[in-house]
């Protein structure tokens, strides 16, 4: 059967080549992904020193925001970064006040519903929506703040775990941002709809979050973020942007082109 | 089951395979699948031909690999039955399978994989990797002869789907999903053969495409792929006429060479 000459492929090298540049991005994401903990441990904010040494414009940044914030923690740099930051980071903070943490628990509990009538498919959705409750409940039935934030830790880093966390976030994202097409509609470059857009850019895993994303995801798990933006630009000091607009953020992120981290004041 | 005991029911990709396995437990009109008996990590599958195409009558049967990391990797498909639209034994390229990971997404399932893969039968290969462009009459030779075809784990596979008209609830959402996602491998197929240059152009493909799904008449898919051939011969062109030139200065630079050698030689 197998005759060669069928074969319509026309330009085997440059699909080789195609083939060749994506594997090696692929081993490129992999050596970092195993090198840096998917939520390591809390750091002074001097240590982001060591990272730019020689680097005036952000030594005197880091120097800047150090005065606002004492510590860091930093999370793997695999495109998912935002959603594992913040939900890492709003967990971390409502297992300090326990009203707060039900309130979210709850609110958690009642999202699926509205994710199957968006037209998701139930099985799956429902697959990732017991882990994410999962995670929930594990740390919430611990009576010991400290107890729970070191399995909170823990589930994490636990590949399988934190990436359900991730993806559920993920889905919640995408559906507020359907169900508000309206608005956000015009945040939407070129002449995609929200649903393409969702698809292609918040549901696949490793896609990098944009202002559109935050904005959602706030909207969806109903927590503000500040996020302090740390980069080449001119200005001596840092900048801060608050999602929504005007409220008191729950969960500080520190982000650097391409990456956020989380930020402790 | 004796998978219960080797895996640990902890891990979320297992308890999600699991899942899919009592989902896909009940074969139905279009597709069925199930995981090996000792490996929840291989499946194998039946896919029916789709209707009103040159596949109609066939059974194809085959493997669905899956990564230690599903859901978040895609699963491969690799094809046992001989079709004439992709090779056998070699990991095929739908945009959601092994060879595009970034458009897979987690929330879709093998059951997605199967729809796509039969939704994307019919359309043409166009150069992508594990792709065949038999003609039809050959397709439907080979579709007859899938009946009798045997799986050495499954035995005959014809008998394996349901024979009563149960369909599979394919929803709205999922179907224009599905046609979605086998247009993304076609565009990816139609990007990787213009030349790189060709970027202001993708805007356009891409609503022309979707004009194209819409009125699904065979003389309205083929519009894509004469564009295409249209396109490399525009970008073939000036290359005809560099090489046309190369040619005109080598066999210049030869005859002087040759003038040159022999005026030495009558020199001497
Ligand atoms: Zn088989």
Request: with cysteine; proline share 5%.
């Amino acid at each position: 059967m197998g005759d060669e000459s069928k074969n319509s492929s026309e330009e085997p090298s440059q699909v080789n080549q195609d083939e060749l540049i994506l594997a090696q991005q692929r081993q490129i994401e992999k050596e970092i992904s195993e090198s840096i903990p998917l939520v390591g441990e809390m750091e002074p904010i001097s240590s982001l020193n060591s990272e730019y040494a020689n680097d005036e414009v952000y030594l005197e940044k880091i120097k800047d925001l150090s005065s606002k914030y004492k510590h860091i923690r930093r999370t793997r740099p695999d495109g998912n970064c935002f959603f594992r930051a913040y939900s890492y980071a709003g967990l971390e903070r409502l297992l300090d006040k326990k009203d707060e943490f039900n309130a979210f628990y709850k609110q958690a509990e009642e999202s699926k519903d509205a994710l199957v009538q968006l037209g998701f498919q139930q099985f799956t959705v429902e697959d990732f929506y017991d882990i994410y409750m999962e995670v929930l409940k594990r740390v919430g039935d611990l009576t010991d703040v400290d107890d729970a934030k070191k399995t909170l830790h823990f589930l994490f880093n636990e590949q399988g775990y934190s990436d359900y966390m991730v993806v559920y976030l993920r889905l919640l994202t995408s559906g507020q941002l359907q169900k508000d097409q309206d608005f956000y509609s015009c945040f939407i470059e070129g002449d995609r709809t929200v649903a393409d857009f969702c698809h292609q850019e918040v549901e696949p895993m490793y896609k990098e979050s944009d202002h559109i994303h935050i904005i959602a995801a706030c909207a969806a798990l109903n927590m503000g973020v500040r996020v302090v933006y740390m980069d080449r630009g001119n200005n001596k000091s840092v900048t801060e942007h608050d999602f929504p607009e005007g409220c008191t953020p729950l969960v500080h992120l520190l982000y650097r082109p391409g990456h956020y981290d989380i930020l402790y004041p | 089951m004796s998978l219960e005991n080797k895996y640990n029911l902890k891990s979320p990709g297992v308890k999600r395979l699991m899942r899919e396995a009592r989902e896909l437990a009940e074969p139905t009109e279009e597709y069925f699948a199930h995981p090996l008996e000792d490996n929840l990590f291989e499946w194998h599958f039946t896919v029916r031909g789709p209707p009103s195409t040159e596949f109609e009558g066939g059974f194809y049967h085959g493997r669905i690999l899956l990564p230690s990391q599903y859901p978040m990797q895609p699963p491969n498909i690799i094809l046992l039955t001989p079709n004439g639209r992709f090779e056998v034994n070699k990991k095929i390229c739908l945009s959601i399978s092994g060879h595009h990971p970034e458009s897979w997404q987690p929330s879709w399932s093998i059951r997605t994989a199967l729809l796509a893969l039969i939704a994307f039968m019919p359309t043409p290969a166009a150069g992508t990797i594990g792709s065949l462009d038999y003609t039809p009459e050959e397709r439907q030779i080979l579709a007859k002869k899938s009946i009798n075809w045997e799986c050495q784990i499954c035995g005959k596979i014809a008998e394996t789907l349901s024979s009563q008209s149960k369909s599979s609830n394919i929803t709205q959402e999922e179907a224009s999903l599905i046609q979605q996602i086998a247009l993304k491998a076609e565009e990816d197929a139609n990007r990787k053969e213009k030349s790189a240059d060709k970027k202001e152009d993708s805007d356009e493909t891409n609503v022309r495409q979707r004009v194209t799904i819409n009125t699904p008449s065979a003389e309205t898919i083929n519009e894509p792929i004469t564009d295409v051939i249209m396109e490399t011969e525009v970008s073939i062109n000036p290359s005809t006429v560099d090489q046309v030139f190369n040619v005109v200065v080598w066999v210049i630079v030869f005859v002087i060479v040759l003038l040159i050698g022999r005026r030495f030689f009558l020199l001497e």
